[in-house]
């Protein structure tokens, strides 16, 4: 079974949706429970919709539920796959009690200090986790000066001691081929605001997860709404799930 449908088969309840939010960056969905909740996600766009709108049915989507949403996942179009993820985040039932507030870029230069580490995705902190690492790479499908392109990952990734996965290789499905190249006695850390807060995850070789926990919806919305990129949306809590040590 590939990780999407783990995922999608460990969810437990369900809801109406009150609000599906696709914003400049990122796509947030609201389910109609007390208190809302609300899960985030990259708004992932491709290039071109010469093949048909990104989400068929946009403006229809109040009719389905959470689930019916999150299911959205499995989607070719990385639009409408991040609607899906969106849901699942608001479906999950986060245990915060097994979470701490850390940022992934401590969790990331603590585990990686004098070792070599692969970033997929080029987040803010790369430059700090490049003075403490005895080698950093940064995987990039649009790279920047010093970046490594996403299609050498193979060269890449074996040679790691410590991982970091970008959350939005679930939602491009490159995820299962990712994990595929990390050796298995290297650290993965899965990080970002799609990164799902769930256990489900430890049993597909990631060892932690930093994500999102939205306690504030208004200001959450209000923010996508406006073309807020991550640092700039407030009402969220930055946690991190780990596994147990591996023996």
């Avoid at 499908?141 to 060269?155: K, T, Y």
Wanted: glycine share 8%; aromatic share 4%; net charge negative.
């Amino acid at each position: 079974m590939n990780t999407i449908e783990a995922l999608l088969g460990s969810l437990q309840g369900d809801a109406r949706v009150a609000q599906v939010l696709v914003g400049a960056f990122w796509t947030a969905v609201v389910l109609d429970t007390d208190p809302p909740r609300c899960g985030l996600a990259s708004a992932l766009r491709g290039e071109t919709h010469d093949e048909g709108p990104p989400v068929p049915d946009a403006g229809r989507l109040l009719k389905r539920s959470g689930r019916e949403l999150a299911m959205l996942l499995r989607s070719s179009s990385t639009l409408e796959a991040s609607i899906g993820m969106a849901a699942f985040n608001a479906l999950l039932d986060v245990d915060e009690a097994a979470c701490t507030e850390v940022n992934a870029e401590e969790v990331i230069v603590e585990r990686g200090a004098g070792r070599r580490v692969a970033i997929v995705g080029h987040f803010p902190f790369v430059e700090r986790v490049r003075r403490a690492a005895a080698t950093c790479w940064v995987v990039e499908q649009h790279p920047r000066l010093g970046d490594i392109p996403a299609e050498r990952a193979a060269e890449v990734l074996p040679q790691a001691d410590v991982v970091a996965l970008t959350g939005t290789s679930l939602t491009n499905h490159t995820f299962d081929d990712l994990i595929g190249l990390c050796r298995p006695d290297a650290f993965v850390i899965l990080l970002g605001g799609s990164a799902p807060l769930t256990p489900v995850l430890f049993d597909y070789r990631v060892d932690a997860v930093a994500g999102t926990l939205v306690v504030d919806v208004p200001a959450v919305l209000r923010a996508v709404s406006q073309g807020a990129t991550f640092p700039q949306i407030p009402g969220k809590r930055l946690l991190t799930m780990m596994r147990e040590e591996r023996s």
